[in-house]
């Protein structure tokens, strides 16, 4: 794996894609492309991967952070999307400790309100089944208030207690995309795919155009992988049914101090009887989500509206009344875009809470499009679409187990506790040796009050395609959720320690600072009041 994975290395590499006969080309820099090109390139297949904007720009950054079983999906009868999904957890928290880590989720139940401490237990029960192992437990009146400080306590009948687990969703993609480069496929952003190449009735290659400058290109293929999320049905024929809807989820993050909780917090919200959660993540609180109808441009950023910053407003306010959480408080704001497979197709008219969580593929021949999935199930989700891709091209593929992530190499870097260990090696994987240079250059102070070391800032600069100051900022690290103001501030610090090293010259460096600055205010901020 080239080390230098930077703009430079990029500028040399496109050029070059043309003369290449790949096997495979993956559409797509979010989970669902990433795990493709990793269980492709293990298997030795020539791949590449191709991103219109940045690696995890859309929903794989501004998902809810949960690797969960989807206990939910018990709830509807979907057994074998919960028996995926609780399966997959424990394959991520067993081999990505430091960036998947376990999160102990706990649901009040009041006085005449559903569900009831015996229907939830019961669910759960089921819950544990699949995972083969017991996970819940239930904690009466008196002692729930101690877990969970603050929690409303009129007509309290106690809570249960359960596991599942959070992540860095950017850092997860970072992670999978490193293990496929290191098997020797290739992955570039900011390539755009225009058109697809068709020979005699069947996909063939890709046209693309370079969007940071570069000519328009042909690429050919032997078979080609569309995992685009929201946008997967743009490439499809013009005959083909709509059927994605795209929905909503918003979130707010609190300063930690403002709504200390040590566990995640899942609860009913008054308004529509929909689950919404309180929980930590990274040094501060997380409140979400929302669920309702995208009908704005998905080339622009979702944003977070009026309506949904006073429906997660009034879920603290409900849970954690004596808070008296305000939107001064909010740290910052995400919002991201779930591609559902609507039942009733795009124009479908039923409660987005209601959808399937389910994939499905559209073939045609040379080409597999991934419609819909989850987070946490992106591998076996991997490993069907390589299945159908590889029926195409008279290639046998099953899920033979193997791992997603190599191990991480032993590193230790002084001056660091045990946890700041287990959080970077879980975060960078097998580039912990290289980062671990950089804190014995740099020291191991952190940004702020986060967790993120100036010496990953610097890294991700050096060797983490970083195309724009968001990349750097939103994907890369999270300090422009975790710092106030998306980190204005300390821009001038950042600048001295990356801008060199990203090549960028004085005005380079202005003009992304200030569209970065813009950026954050129109999609992290609190929403205008016209909104």
């Not at 401490?117 to 996970?135: E, I, K, M, Q, T």
């Not at 409140?287 to 006073?310: C, K, M, N, R």
Request: glycine share 10%; charged share 20%.
């Amino acid at each position: 794996m080239n080390q230098d994975w930077n703009a430079q290395w990029r500028q040399q590499a496109l050029p070059r894609l043309a003369t290449q006969p790949w096997d495979l080309i993956v559409i797509g820099g979010g989970i669902s492309g990433a795990g493709i090109l990793r269980e492709a390139a293990r298997r030795g297949w020539r791949c590449l991967l191709l991103e219109q904007r940045d690696f995890a720009w859309g929903t794989s950054s501004r998902s809810s952070k949960m690797v969960h079983g989807g206990l939910r999906y018990i709830a509807k009868g979907q057994w074998r999307l919960t028996r995926d999904s609780v399966r997959e957890r424990q394959r991520l928290l067993q081999e990505a400790p430091g960036l998947v880590e376990p999160m102990g989720f706990l649901m009040p139940h009041y006085r005449g309100q559903f569900p009831g401490p015996r229907v939830f237990g019961g669910l759960l029960s089921l819950y544990d089944a699949l995972a083969g192992r017991r996970n819940h437990r239930f904690h009466d009146a008196g002692q729930l208030p101690f877990l969970v400080p603050g929690v409303k306590t009129p007509g309290l009948l106690g809570g249960t207690c359960f596991l599942d687990a959070l992540t860095d969703d950017a850092r997860l993609v970072l992670r999978v995309l490193a293990e496929a480069r290191a098997d020797g496929a290739l992955a570039l952003n900011g390539v755009r795919v225009t058109g697809l190449l068709r020979e005699e009735g069947r996909v063939c290659g890709v046209e693309i155009d370079d969007s940071e400058g570069g000519a328009p290109r042909q690429l050919r293929c032997s078979v080609l992988a569309v995992a685009t999320g929201a946008w997967a049905e743009r490439l499809r024929p013009a005959d083909a049914g709509r059927q994605l809807r795209p929905l909503r989820g918003s979130h707010l993050l609190l300063p930690g101090w403002r709504l200390p909780v040590a566990h995640a917090l899942s609860f009913m919200h008054a308004e529509d009887r929909r689950p919404v959660f309180v929980f930590p993540w990274e040094g501060a609180t997380v409140v979400g989500t929302t669920d309702l109808d995208h009908h704005e441009d998905l080339d622009l950023s979702a944003s977070i509206s009026q309506q949904e910053l006073h429906y997660l407003l009034a879920a603290c306010a409900q849970q954690f009344p004596e808070a008296r959480i305000v939107a001064g408080d909010v740290l910052s704001t995400w919002a991201g875009v779930r591609p559902v497979v609507a039942a009733g197709g795009a124009d479908s008219q039923g409660k987005p809470s209601n959808e399937t969580r389910e994939h499905v593929l559209w073939q045609e021949p040379g080409c597999v499009t991934l419609a819909g999935g989850k987070l946490t199930t992106f591998r076996p989700q991997a490993i069907e679409v390589l299945a159908a891709c590889g029926a195409m091209i008279g290639r046998s593929v099953s899920d033979d187990g193997a791992p997603v992530f190599a191990p991480v190499p032993a590193v230790d870097i002084p001056g660091l506790s045990g946890a700041q260990l287990r959080r970077l090696a879980g975060r960078h994987g097998r580039d912990l040796p290289r980062l671990a240079q950089l804190v014995e250059q740099l020291g191991h102070e952190c940004v702020g009050a986060s967790d993120t070391l100036w010496a990953e800032l610097a890294f991700a600069a050096e060797a983490e395609m970083v195309l724009h100051l968001d990349d750097l900022l939103l994907r890369r690290t999270r300090l422009g959720l975790l710092l106030a103001e998306g980190g204005a501030s300390y821009l001038p610090a950042i600048r001295n320690l990356c801008q060199e090293r990203l090549g960028w010259s004085d005005a380079h460096w202005q003009a992304e600072e200030q569209r970065y600055l813009a950026l954050w205010q129109r999609h992290h901020s609190l929403p205008r009041t016209d909104a």
